[in-house]
């Protein structure tokens, strides 16, 4: 007996009883078009989810030098002045695993505009990279400075929101000029407010320039010398310094302010505090890791007995919390995934054995004409599956539809997961199979004497 | 030639620990193109020869010869294929599929046959059936939508489908008037005369077992006589349908 055949006698006996068959399917309809919603409204959070754990820094690697030390005395984290923006490009060039990467040095500095001042948590001079490594592209106002700005070290800046508040009270900082020690910057963007980080940092409080303008108009130091209260080249002027005589002796005769803006970097150390550099996916970042190693290690020269002159550090912290909230996501999905279809299963199951019960005299006149007890199997194995699957596809419209309303009305993200569908329609064949046996086998077992005469 | 043998055919049903006999040793014979009526009251066994004789049930003790191949003790499975090929059953409630066509019911033996036709083979081959039971204009017709003679018509229909050589027919007209009955029974006589196909109908209406040439009556499980009439000799040559 071919396999249409039974499809069709299947689909026959079933339009026999349109509005039960209906009704039947209305539990896996509902199962199925629930697990579809269910999936594609999870996968849109999940990804929501993913993306903005990701621009927490989940993805980020951050590359610091290493420790200088000399007979024995360890000059702290960050004191080798091995890291170049040279050894930046490398990483972006030569490790597949990375996005992108962004020099950078760090400066502490007190910034001036009008009759106020503002020591901002960080001043950062780095790339235009920087910003896609941190995931913060989206500007409030104004627009990013350029990798042409870098080159000519041009005094630009972007501000982070914190300083908008503290120097300019809230109005348009874009065009102003502001002064940090002595240099002025004019403002051409304003981040976007990312709040605190995991620290309790305030992340707004930042101001982003060209990493060129800072090592060589600003510090001119790398960050371990770099100190606060002997930075400031007005200090000269500032009697009061000398009652903190915190400032390390300088050996060399001291420019006057208009020599040092004249003549900006006497020495030029190219060497930068870090490189963050962004990892495809957080799946990827010990392949990143290990690519990274290999580039710094052979451009630094490093023997391979030797220990490496810098440190990476990633956000395994945020790594696991993402990795856990998938797996709890998807893991819920899927217990309520089951439960739905499980109901669903029972339902296709019992209203089998009433179609079995019900037809008893046909099952005992297909078998009196030559069914054999397998023919009967299969017609009602065929028929609970062919229930089951147009339930799924019912479903399957149900639920998509379902999740297209609730990102239309409510405006969640959502996902159309084609492995979902596959799923669903497996699932749902399997439903049929595993719950349509037991009444198909009962069906087959029967005796054609006693079904013949069933009334 | 002797279509149907039976020897010495006994079936004990067990009830618990109780065994019921209820046939006690059967031999009889039927040729081929023979049209058979056995009858007996209710209780003397006939319905239980009738389906081991349909090879619906098989005998506890004893031989079954049809066609010269013995079957008493064919598989389950096997009894099906034979069924489909060499038996055709017309009922008492004509068992028809409701809401099924006339057509897809005449056809639907021929799922289960071992060769398989395409379905527009199938069709017309129910279609020609139907011709002959005089149902060619009714054939999209439910059973709902037809007279209690014209659904036993299609019943015949269906059982001829697979061109069997013996049809069993269990009280054919229990659920007819005499006029319906009447039609029935000449519809048997033709396709007995016409084809050579040998019928066995069970009954316990004298009328109906009158048509019959060899009346085979049964009592208390066993034959309490088995006589011929005379008449024509019944057909024996190739079923042509």
């Known amino acids: 007996m071919r396999v249409y055949t039974t499809a069709g006698i299947a689909l026959k006996a079933l339009r026999r009883n349109p509005m039960r068959a209906m009704l039947t399917t209305l539990g896996i309809v509902i199962g199925v078009g629930a697990v579809i919603a ?16 990701a621009s927490m820094g989940a993805n980020v690697l951050v590359i610091r030098p290493g420790t200088a030390s000399s007979g024995g005395v360890s000059f702290g984290a960050g004191t080798t002045t091995t890291l170049t923006p040279e050894d930046c490009q490398a990483i972006l060039r030569e490790c597949p695993a990375i996005r992108n990467a962004a020099p950078m040095v760090r400066a502490r500095a007190q910034v001036v505009y009008g009759n106020r001042n503002w020591v901002p948590n960080a001043i950062y001079g780095t790339t235009p990279a920087y910003l896609d490594v941190q995931d913060w592209s989206t500007l409030a106002e104004g627009e990013p400075f350029s990798d042409r700005d870098v080159l000519n070290s041009n005094r630009v800046c972007i ?6 508040r503290e120097l300019f009270e809230g109005i348009s900082p874009v065009g102003k000029e502001i002064r940090i020690k002595n240099i002025s910057f004019r403002v051409i963007g304003v981040l976007s407010s990312k709040g605190a980080n995991m620290m ?31 930075a400031a080249t007005s200090d000269t002027v500032n009697t009061l310094s000398n009652l903190y005589p915190a400032a390390q002796p300088s050996l060399y005769p001291e420019h006057s302010s208009v020599q ?10 190219a060497n930068i505090d870090q490189i963050m550099a962004a990892a495809n996916s957080s799946v990827e970042i010990p392949l990143a890791i290990k690519q990274i190693s290999e580039v710094l290690r052979e451009r630094h020269r490093t023997r391979a007995e030797e220990p490496e002159d810098f440190n990476i550090r990633d956000m395994a912290e945020l790594t696991a919390t993402l990795s856990t909230t998938t797996t709890l996501m998807t893991n819920l999905l899927l217990a309520v995934a089951m439960i739905s279809l499980i109901v669903g299963g029972v339902g296709i199951m019992n209203i089998m054995l009433v179609s079995v019960t019900e037809r008893t005299r046909e099952i005992g006149l297909r078998m009196a004409v030559g ?10 194995l065929v028929e609970a599956v062919v229930l089951c699957l147009t339930g799924g596809a019912m479903g399957i419209i149900l639920g998509h539809g379902g999740s297209q309303l609730v990102r239309l009305l409510l405006g969640w993200p959502v996902e159309t997961s084609p492995a979902a569908i596959a799923t669903a329609v497996l699932v749902s064949a399997g439903v049929g199979i595993i719950f349509g046996f037991y009444p198909a086998w009962k069906a087959s077992r029967l005796d054609p004497i006693e079904a013949l005469r069933y009334e | 030639m002797e279509l149907i043998t039976l020897h010495g055919i006994e079936k004990t049903y067990q009830m618990g620990d109780i065994s019921v006999p209820v046939l006690k040793g059967i031999s009889l014979a039927i040729r081929q193109g023979e049209l058979v009526a056995l009858t007996g009251s209710s209780g003397s066994g006939k319905s239980t020869l009738m389906n081991i004789l349909g090879c619906l049930d098989r005998p506890t003790a004893g031989e079954y010869w049809l066609e010269g191949q013995e079957i008493s003790q064919l598989t389950a499975d096997e009894r099906a294929l034979l069924r489909n090929r060499k038996l055709g059953f017309v009922f008492q409630s004509f068992n ?31 279609t020609e059936m139907l011709c002959r039971v005089g149902l060619g204009d009714r054939l999209d017709h439910y059973p709902s939508q037809l007279s209690g003679g014209q659904q036993q018509r299609v ?4 059982a001829l489908i697979n061109r069997p050589p013996v049809l069993f027919a269990d009280e054919p007209t229990g659920n007819l008037d005499s006029r319906t009955s009447e039609e029935v029974l000449q519809m048997f006589e033709q396709l007995n005369a016409e084809d050579g196909i040998t019928i066995i109908m069970v009954t316990h209406d004298p009328k109906v077992a009158g048509h019959a040439r060899q009346i ?10 088995n006589t011929t009439a005379g008449g024509p000799t019944p057909q024996t040559g190739e079923i042509t349908l």
């Open chain 1, 38 to 53: 269910m999936m594609e409204i999870g996968a849109g959070a999940s990804t929501a989810l993913k993306k903005s754990i």
């Open chain 1, 159 to 164: 501000l982070g929101q914190s300083l908008v």
């Open chain 1, 200 to 230: 309790g940092h305030d992340q707004d409080d930042v101001i982003l320039a060209p990493w060129t303008t800072i090592k060589y108009r600003v510090t001119g130091t790398s960050l371990a010398t770099t100190n606060q209260s002997t």
């Open chain 1, 260 to 269: 040092q803006s004249n003549n900006p970097m006497p020495v030029r150390f």
């Open chain 1, 371 to 380: 069914a054999r007890g397998r023919d009967i199997l299969r017609q009602f």
């Open chain 2, 96 to 126: 028809l599929l409701a809401r099924t066509s006339a057509l897809e019911n005449v056809a639907m033996p021929l799922s289960y046959t071992v060769e398989e036709l395409s379905s527009s083979e199938a069709r017309k081959r129910a």
């Open chain 2, 155 to 158: 019943a015949i229909a269906r």
């Open chain 2, 216 to 225: 085979i009556r049964i009592e208390d499980g066993l034959i309490l006589d």
